[in-house]
């Protein structure tokens, strides 16, 4: 074999380009040793992903106050929802709620709202959404409640933030929010044996005229939905109101995520599907609580799985935005019990400065 002269001047002159490049590696490597946050996790190596965002790192899980009740996923090693799945299981009808119960309901919903305003008025480019879980979480303890994602099936933060291309279920990681991003803040919580579940798309700085539009449109599909609910009307027809509204704005349903029933349980009957000609059952009653929450695209309605297990994209990389309430049915219509304070509660009325951070 030939002698190495891989010590000699000449050969670290021509090869300083790769000695260099070896260096970052192993610089990377120390940082990420070391926990950097600005680097991708380790599981996205070699992953394709379908548009510009990129997880960051995460701190870890905040404790709940002993004292402040919570469901019972809270303390399951593996974040089971122990009472849903048996609910699942057996129940075949979609519970109507007492008036006591929807007391309960309404406070945690308040609640809830409380808390989703205080996560709104962390929003602005530079925030981290790590920042804004620190915010939800210690509002919702703050409330004496449980922020009811945290350990959901193992979820790892308090609240969901999505970003761009992420339709929902986006975990809060320390990225900083740019100029010019829409962020979704999807707020669930868990007071006196009651879930609340709500969310809103916001404008963070100057956002694009595309960008605007797919937000008001999200806005409007759930309004239209929320417009046509009564006593007798069918779960299933939703989808075609949100479906002609996103469609006349040229934008797609995601087919993947339903609304849901909403309570004693995070998640219960009804299923809510948001797209059109599906084969949701039941027809609404008063007294029945639950969600709508229609999640719209720019792009197409595919959406696909990042390897965390939760953060869910768009499947060409196009933009997504989603509003969510929470609502009982009453004999004229019904009450949104998430509404904006000093809202209606009945209604939607369409405000972008209200969103606009």
């Known amino acids: 074999s030939t002698q190495s002269t891989w010590g000699s001047q000449e050969c670290f002159k021509n090869n300083w380009a790769s000695h260099k490049a070896l260096h970052k590696v192993i610089k990377l490597a120390r ?30 899980r905040r404790p709940v106050p002993k004292h402040i009740p919570r469901p019972d996923y809270a303390d399951h090693p593996e974040g089971l929802p122990i009472s849903e799945i048996n609910d699942k299981r057996s129940n075949t009808t979609i519970r109507v709620y007492t008036p006591e119960e929807i007391e309960g309901i309404r406070e945690a919903c308040r609640i809830g709202r409380e ?48 970003v761009n291309e992420v339709i929902c279920h986006g975990i809060p990681d320390m990225r900083e929010l740019v100029d010019g991003d829409i962020v979704n803040l999807d707020i669930s919580v868990y007071y006196n044996g009651f879930h609340a579940d709500l969310n809103e798309t916001f404008f963070v700085g100057k956002v694009d005229s595309e960008g605007r539009k797919l937000v008001e449109t999200a806005y409007n599909c759930l309004s239209a939905a929320i417009n046509m609910a009564r006593p007798g009307t069918l779960y299933r027809d939703f989808g075609m109101a949100i479906n002609k509204v996103a469609a006349q704005n040229k934008c797609s349903v995601v087919t993947t995520y339903c609304g849901h029933g909403i309570g004693t349980l995070f998640h219960t009957a009804p299923n809510v599907p948001h797209y059109a000609r599906n084969k949701a059952k039941g027809v ?47 004999e004229t219509g019904v009450e949104l019990l998430t509404a904006r304070i000093g809202c209606p509660t009945d209604r939607m009325e369409w405000d972008p400065e209200y969103f606009q951070k």
């Open 115 to 162: 808390v989703l305003d205080a996560g709104a008025a962390a929003v602005k480019a530079g925030v981290t959404c790590e920042e804004i879980d620190r915010v939800v979480h210690e509002a919702t303890v703050e409330r004496n409640a449980y922020p009811s994602p945290l350990n959901y099936h193992q979820f790892p933060k308090s609240l969901c933030t999505s």
């Open 31 to 60: 940082q990420e040793a070391k926990g950097d946050p600005t680097l991708i996790p380790r599981e996205f190596q070699g992953y394709y992903f379908t548009g510009p965002l990129r997880p960051a790192g995460k701190t870890p």
């Open 284 to 330: 609404l009653q008063v007294g029945h609580v639950f969600t709508i929450e229609p999640m719209i695209n720019l792009g197409k309605h595919r959406d696909c799985l990042w390897p965390d297990g939760w953060t869910a994209v768009t499947e060409d990389g196009s933009r997504s935005a989603q509003f969510e309430h929470t609502m009982v049915v009453t």
